[in-house]
């Protein structure tokens, strides 16, 4: 009965934990300006971003120009729409599996011995280079995503203020 009990304390503990309003907020405005910041250099220099992704070795040529062209649209659409609270669920299944794909390439990478830019938050080939501290960055954002993927707070957002309006 004891585990049973505890059980169900730590389960009230994470659902007041994944329902706080400030913590949703918090964690939406952090990931949202992430994708956001992230996405500027990208359409700023789609041709630059495409080297970048060519540096992988996993696409090339016209395939790398096409990702570069429509990646930083997503990660700057889907950090608009988790910033301001809008398709939050889906939002942020769709950043996960960026945040996941984005990984893998990295874990790749490693294992063949590249050394190359991550092509992040800048494309600057002075930039910072892939590594294990960039999968870790990568898990905690996936963590973020997957909190707010499972919180049910909707305070502060369009969905709240559509589902309002058109609820009178």
Do not use: H
């Not at 280079?129 to 999968?135: E, H, S």
């Amino acid at each position: 009965m004891a585990v049973s009990t505890s059980s169900s304390r730590r389960i009230e503990e994470v659902s007041r934990f994944l329902s706080n309003e400030y913590n949703v907020l918090t964690a939406r405005i952090f990931l949202g300006m992430i994708f956001i910041v992230v996405s500027i250099d990208k359409l700023a220099d789609p041709l630059a971003f495409a080297k970048s992704i060519s540096d992988y070795r996993l696409i090339s040529g016209p395939s790398a120009i096409a990702l570069a062209t429509v990646l930083p649209w997503i990660e700057l659409l889907s950090g608009m729409a988790i910033l301001f609270g809008l398709f939050l669920r889906g939002s942020s299944l769709l950043i996960g599996s960026l945040l996941t794909v984005f990984s893998l390439a990295v874990l790749t990478a490693l294992v063949r011995g590249l050394d190359i830019n991550c092509g992040c938050f800048t494309l600057d080939p002075d930039g910072a280079r892939i590594g294990w501290m960039k999968i870790s960055e990568n898990a905690v954002l996936l963590s973020i995503c997957g909190f707010l993927y499972f919180s049910s707070n909707t305070k502060w957002s369009l969905e709240q203020y559509y589902r309002q309006v058109t609820s009178q």
